[in-house]
């Protein structure tokens, strides 16, 4: 599986030691890329599209030896609909910025998202952040501590790291 340089950026930005979320994870290869990086503890692949989920999970499987593939997570789902607490590290790339913040309220108000780091990268939208921003919530729990960019394509990505208030 080929790994492009913009996932392994994001997986270079998460907290080692932790587990690794990769929702809206379409192929699934940031999640894969933090699987070889031997930094995290689990890994978890969400996606609501079932065959690309289940390409995704058939060709990770086929290259990762059996003993590491319990480390190894795959569910199809919304990620608005995650129904267990989501710890680690969340990664949130490739969709746009009102279903990013979609997904974290979701995830907050319920009390799932326990995450001590959320990369956010949203495609579109990027004014919905400021939104998700100044959610009280959202303030109560998490502090951006980095604004960056990935230049891709000659598209200028942008990344929102926030960490788990203390």
């Not at 969400?46 to 065959?51: A, G, H, I, L, S």
């Not at 998700?132 to 919530?137: F, K, N, S, T, Y």
Request: proline share 2%.
């Amino acid at each position: 599986m080929k790994i492009s340089k913009r996932n392994q950026f994001y997986v270079n930005l998460a907290i080692k030691d932790l587990d690794f979320w990769d929702i809206a994870c379409d192929h699934g290869q940031a999640g894969y890329c933090a699987f070889l990086s031997k930094k995290f503890n689990n890994i978890y692949f969400v996606d609501p599209v079932e065959n690309i989920l289940n390409q995704t999970e058939k060709n990770i499987r086929q290259i990762i030896d059996l003993d590491a593939q319990s480390r190894l997570h795959f569910y199809c789902l919304p990620g608005q609909d995650i129904h267990h607490k989501v710890e680690g590290n969340l990664l949130l790339a490739g969709v746009g910025g009102e279903l990013s913040k979609q997904i974290l309220l979701s995830l907050l108000s319920r009390d799932f998202l326990k995450v001590e780091r959320i990369i956010l990268s949203p495609y579109t939208d990027l004014k919905k952040i400021g939104v998700l921003e100044a959610d009280h919530h959202f303030q109560l729990h998490y502090q951006k501590v980095q604004e960056t960019s990935f230049c891709e394509n000659k598209r200028e990505r942008a990344i929102f790291i926030y960490d788990r208030k203390k």
